[in-house]
């Protein structure tokens, strides 16, 4: 299992995905409703900055947090 502080790896399927459908799929939020909301408000941070765009294009290596849980984009393997 991954130590605390490390983000867990989360595969996608292609080389980007946007933002909110990253949350959604690494489990960091339930809906794309409250992923809008998350991200509106200024909660989620993209590899340690404020990201408050919803349909931001994430790369593999890129880091998200949100309350205090990280994940990164990883490649398939």
Do not use: Y
């Not at 931001?56 to 290596?61: A, F």
């Amino acid at each position: 299992m991954a130590h605390p502080s490390e983000p867990a790896d989360i595969p996608i399927r292609d080389e980007v995905i946007r933002l909110g459908q990253f949350l959604k799929l690494a489990g960091l939020i339930d809906s794309g409703a409250d992923a809008k909301t998350a991200i509106a408000d200024g909660e989620v941070t993209v590899n340690g900055e404020v990201e408050v765009r919803r349909g931001r294009q994430l790369r593999p290596g890129d880091v998200v947090e949100l309350s205090g849980h990280s994940a990164r984009v990883a490649v398939r393997p």
